[in-house]
């Protein structure tokens, strides 16, 4: 029998997880459901190493964001057996990847989020639920009443009632099921004006997703899978838009178009300790097998680890035939064969440097996913459904082009910042990468309030945000920053018996709010910096 809770979060990746910190921190009951049996969305179940931006260490993240990236940290140095120079850094990175400057596995992050939220379920203020679905939603009087629930592992299904319901689902499936207003694909450039928005509506031209996986390399041994089912068509297919076969070495730099050569070196000499990870200065995605690597042998005690451990999230296995949204089972079957396809492809067919071919020592490892076949758990979907919001963050509001490199839209409700370059991967639509500067931008509550119903909050990708700006607050650090302001939220509605329009529309209101914010961390506003 499960308690009667306040709020309930649906979805337990990134923005999930912070939701239900932050209502539980604020003394609230809270249901937490997530599909899979991993909560941690991008950091964990999808595999993806953290994106973020250049001053992530000093400032520009929520505290608890911070308080997880020291954690992790910390587990490494209490349980492994790193080097003396390596223990030594306050801003160790254990896998020394270029993405960012905390790479790390995903096993890892799954027990420091499971570690914060452990006090809240033994106190009986947090139920989770794993392995479980939402598959309809009862809504009446612009609010949401009930949502149902499939517990995959036994077909069992609970309908759940909270006075707050969260969507932190990967794809905002509750705004679907529910017959909230959200947008899907790409706006119209009528609707918004933005420069790079297309002619016409295309609600089915939406980002490409990935299916991550973890490899390790082992001279002198043969890991060469079975040859996957759809390898035939993979080998060659070439995007018309593509310098030659997908499954190459070669691809579009994603800011100039311009054909770039791919790098391949399974563990190379470069000692670790000398990698820098800043995206504004050097994107670090031109030598893949540093770019995601999440474990560097060469930080750890000689003998420790006979090999690193890479993610695989390249242009090379990003799949953009179908779109996800509307069509999730045979888009993610399709790109799991893609994913196995360049697998087979890097151990049987991939030139190397000496002039040969295949690296039959690449290993897949199940282990680092905790998965039979060594695929993510889940893809990395990098665009949801988006709520129809009080406030809708265009290109207008961030663009470098269009606004300077200082300048962007300051917002009266602002409740977080972020910043990434407006970073949109090749789409369903047939559009190569659209890679834009933009500058260091604030989060307006009004993102985070839909327009008609009044106790539903996106707490993910799926806010008030564009086709184009979904690029760059789709990352790591702003996913967790809306999530927990979403949890933040609904609790402070349910304790002073407010709603969210008001907290938003109403200064007192909204001030109030903004002070639990600032008392809990949530930096609201940027110093002086400058985009890129």
């Known amino acids: 029998m499960l308690p009667e809770a306040d709020i309930l979060v649906v979805g337990g990746g990134l923005g999930g997880v912070a939701a239900a910190l932050a209502a539980c921190r604020a003394g609230r009951s809270v249901v937490l459901t997530e599909e899979t049996d991993w909560i941690g969305g991008q950091l964990t179940s999808q595999a993806v190493p953290p994106d973020e931006h250049p001053w992530v260490e000093r400032f520009g993240t929520t505290a608890s964001y911070r308080r997880l990236r020291e954690e992790i940290r910390r587990y490494y140095r209490h349980w492994y057996p790193l080097r003396a120079e390596a223990l030594a850094l306050s801003d160790l990175n254990p896998g020394a990847g270029r993405v960012s400057k905390l790479c790390h596995e995903p096993r890892v992050a799954l027990a420091v989020l499971e570690g914060m939220l452990a006090p809240h379920r033994a106190a009986g203020r947090l139920t989770v639920l794993t392995e479980h679905r939402p598959i309809s939603a009862e809504s009446g009087n612009d609010v949401l009443r ?52 297309p002619d016409e509506a295309q609600p089915h031209n939406q980002q490409g997703i990935t299916v991550c996986f973890a490899l390790s390399h082992h001279e002198g041994e043969d ?21 030659g076969p997908l499954l190459s070495f070669a691809a579009p730099d994603p800011r100039t178009l311009e054909p770039v050569p791919r790098t391949f070196v399974p563990n190379p000499d470069l000692d670790p300790l000398s990698v820098s990870a800043d995206q504004s200065a050097d994107a670090g995605d031109k030598e893949l097998w540093g770019f995601r690597r999440v474990l560097a042998r060469e930080l ?24 996800y949204i509307g069509q999730e089972a045979e888009a993610l079957r399709e790109a799991r064969q893609l994913s196995l396809s360049l697998l087979y492809w890097l151990q049987t067919e991939a030139p190397r440097p000496d002039g040969g071919t295949g690296f039959p020592g690449l290993r897949i490892r199940p282990d680092v996913t905790d998965t039979t076949d060594g695929l993510a758990k889940a893809a990395y979907v990098r665009e949801s459904r988006r709520i129809k919001a009080v406030t809708t963050v265009t290109e207008h509001d961030v ?14 409700d602002s409740v977080g910042v972020g910043s990434y370059r407006i970073d949109l991967h090749p789409s369903t639509g047939g559009d190569n990468y659209i890679d834009i500067g933009s500058v260091p931008f604030e989060i307006p509550l009004g993102a985070l309030v839909p327009r008609r119903v009044r106790n539903l909050l996106p707490a993910g990708k ?23 302001v979403a949890g ?10 407010v709603e969210p329009h008001q907290v938003q529309a109403e200064d007192k209101r909204f001030e109030e709010f903004a002070r639990l914010l600032d008392r809990d961390g949530v930096q609201r506003h940027w110093p002086d910096v400058r985009g890129y």
């Open 488 to 497: 933040a939220l609904a609790a402070h509605c349910v304790a002073e018996d």
């Open 223 to 243: 890991h060469t899978i079975d040859r996957p089912e759809d390898f035939g068509f993979w080998r060659t297919y070439q995007p018309s838009f593509w310098p």
């Open 462 to 484: 799926n806010i008030g945000t564009t086709h184009i700006t979904n690029g760059c607050y789709r990352l790591h650090p702003v996913e967790w920053n809306v999530g927990e």
């Open 146 to 197: 009930a949502v149902t629930l499939e517990d995959l592992r036994d077909g069992t299904r609970r309908t759940l009632a909270a006075r707050y319901v969260l969507d932190a689902t990967e794809t905002g499936e509750l705004l679907g099921l529910a017959g909230v207003e959200h947008a899907n694909g790409a706006e119209a450039r009528a609707e918004f004006d933005e420069p790079h928005a």
């Open 399 to 412: 663009a470098i082009d269009l606004v300077g490199p200082r300048g962007g839209t300051r917002h009266r």
């Open 300 to 323: 750890h005690a000689p003998g420790a680890f006979d090999s690193d451990i890479t993610l695989v999230n390249w242009p090379l296995n990003d799949y953009w035939l179908k779109p």
